[in-house]
């Protein structure tokens, strides 16, 4: 089934936040990463499960096993608007590189179809799986949480070490790339945080970076789905607490955004 069919739980039409011009997102099941902040809390599992749904006030399955034909038909639907802003078709999750034979598939029949493909990943996976999601996908939107091992682990449950090894791959394979760094209260979020992460972006020649301020977009899921939300209490961040942090990538010489 992993082949042929794609655990999905939300295809999002007319993103605009999720690459250039108008988008279709494609939201899949499945994560390797934990992070203990995450907004899309219902793509952590790989198999569809029960969540409460406040609109229905009733538990509704989240996560439906669908085609890379049924998900084309439903793409093809807004090929005008993705041709008049220079949108196409992102996949996200969870991390696309737990579903990558479907994937894959998926980004191939967009390209037949002349659909700009994008991806969103932790690029957390063996070199051989991230060298295929290279080859197949037009624009590579990653994000890294942390520059320290250690501390990367605490709060995602993996190591850092083959994120970066396929991190240089991306810079290497000469793919549009964009880096993002999540800005999370109590993780990363000093002044020297950004140091070491500017060092870091530095010493791989990453010339532009986008951060992205803490928010709590996701907190009432953790609720719908039984679960403990460490950060329930915690005050989102803005774009202007992050400008200090800009100025450092700034002074390293790296073009640094807010989103």
Known sequence: ????????????????HDGPGIRTTVFFKGCPLQCTWCSNPESQKHLPEWMWDNSKKSKVITGEYFSVDEVIADV??????YTESGGGVTVT??????????VINLLKKCKQKGIHTACETSAYSSKKKFLLLLENV???IMDIKHYNSDKHREKTGVKLEPIIENLKL???SGNEMLLRIPIIPGYN?????????ALLLSSLRIQTVELLPFHQFGKSKYRFLD?????????QLSANDLLPHKKIFTSYGIHCKIA
Do not use: H, W
């Open 1 to 16: 089934m992993v082949d042929t069919k794609g655990c999905i739980f939300n295809i999002q039409r007319f993103s605009i």
């Open 76 to 81: 093809q639907k807004d090929i005008d608007y």
């Open 93 to 102: 999750g969870g991390e696309v590189l737990a579903q990558l034979p479907f």
């Open 138 to 140: 037009d624009l590579l």
């Open 170 to 172: 991306a810079i290497s």
């Open 189 to 197: 979020d000093s002044l020297a945080d950004s140091e070491q992460f």
């Open 227 to 235: 679960r403990e939300y460490e950060f329930m209490n915690t005050p």
